[in-house]
């Protein structure tokens, strides 16, 4: 099954899935691509928020296909929703599991709140979008 990637929009975190990574039954652990998502939905809310942000609730998160040791993953992020402090990132992580046949599927699909923090790690405003 191949999906199609999103066109609009670059990977913000590209990584191979390693051994380590693995549990017993062979996939990857559940847990470690949660940490994936985060990761690249921080990033994004860090551009957006112009600074430090802090995860505050994961909405959603969709485990379509199993992850496999060697598989290439790509989240690809953006901000869906913004409040005062807040900022609402959709990630979906894309697997290519063969490089010289292309099988690329969805893996997986989250939906994360950060919130602006100062340097005291209080709720800050963000900053307005320039036109």
């Known amino acids: 099954m191949t999906t199609e990637l999103p066109e609009h929009i670059q990977p913000v975190l590209r ?3 390693m051994p380590r ?3 017993a039954g062979g996939s990857i652990f559940g847990g470690w691509i949660m ?3 985060d990761i690249a939905g921080a990033i994004v809310a860090i551009e957006r928020a112009e600074g430090q942000v802090v995860t505050v609730a ?3 998160f969709e ?3 199993p992850v496999f040791i060697g598989d290439l993953i790509s989240c690809y992020a953006e901000v869906v929703k913004t409040g005062r402090t807040s900022i609402t990132v959709k990630v979906d992580v894309f697997a290519n599991r063969d490089p ?3 099988q690329t599927v969805r893996v997986t699909s989250a939906e994360l709140t950060y919130v602006a923090v ?3 790690r209080r709720p800050r405003v963000l900053p307005e ?3």
């Open 15 to 17: 990584i191979v899935a």
């Open 21 to 23: 990574d693995a549990n």
């Open 35 to 37: 940490s994936q998502v």
């Open 58 to 60: 994961a909405k959603a």
């Open 63 to 65: 485990f379509h296909e």
């Open 100 to 102: 010289s046949h292309r």
């Open 118 to 120: 100062d340097k005291q």
């Open 129 to 131: 979008l320039e036109h």
